[in-house]
């Protein structure tokens, strides 16, 4: 049973405008969330994260808004450029009592940016 | 630095021959995983491990499939023997485990072709 769900696996937008990435979560104990970029041929790469104790985090382009209450966070990058093109991946930790960073990814969801 | 290494990046074997996969992770990290991405499964964590003693190995697919860490800058993850559905792009990551911090990077990952 997937505890991190993005149930979009693929989303396209022109350059310029917001993406807007989704994902949600079933478990409540989750306390920490973070969004990673992966390129082809590469290794994830960390974007931005979040703490439960808040709810957005913004860092230059990219900015996560956390709903606790639906279980829901979502990942807005604005303006996107293609370079942006990319798998991005939710991640969640604490469900585990705070095992020591252990995460749990969602499927990713593929960005395309076009020019 | 140099960031997690991962050796061999692409290996091709046959069914039935052992596969020794190695990683090198941050020198100052104090927590390391191995992760397996599928396109059914995702991204999946098999093991990891904190101070080099392993934590959480119930990720591990079958008694196929061992890891370990003799030191805090090398691990391996053997398959032995290797089969077909064994192929996939194995990651491993490492972080420094301090409260309240979850991010991990990853290294470049090796892509394993079991024909």
């Known amino acids: 049973d997937q505890q991190v769900k993005q149930n979009s696996p693929s989303l396209s937008v022109q350059e310029g405008r917001i993406s807007i990435l989704n994902c949600d979560y079933t478990?409540?104990?989750?306390?920490?969330f973070l969004w990673y970029k992966k390129y082809p041929a590469e290794g994830p790469t960390f974007l931005i994260s979040i703490s439960s104790i808040k709810d957005k985090n913004e860092d230059g382009r990219f900015t996560v808004f956390l709903n606790k209450s639906a279980k829901h966070l979502s990942l807005h990058i604005v303006p996107s450029q293609p370079g942006d093109s990319a798998v991005y991946f939710c991640a969640a930790s604490g469900g585990y009592g705070g095992s020591q960073g252990n995460l749990i990814f969602g499927k990713g969801t593929k960005l395309s940016v076009k020019p | 630095d140099a960031g997690v290494i991962q050796s061999p990046r692409h290996e091709v074997t046959e069914m039935g021959q052992e596969v020794t996969l190695r990683c090198k992770p941050i020198?100052?990290?104090?927590?390391l995983f191995w992760y397996r991405q599928t396109m059914m499964r995702g991204l999946e964590l098999l093991i990891y491990f904190n101070n080099n003693v392993p934590i959480d190995d119930s990720g591990m697919p079958e008694d196929r499939f061992s890891a370990k860490m003799p030191n805090a800058s090398f691990s391996t993850l053997k398959i032995q023997p290797s089969e077909p559905r064994d192929s996939a792009v194995y990651f491993c990551a490492s972080s420094l485990w301090v409260s309240g911090s979850y991010e991990q990077y990853f290294g470049p990952g090796t892509r394993l072709t079991v024909t």
């Open positions: 020198s100052g990290h104090n927590s």
């Open positions: 478990n409540s104990m989750f306390d920490y």
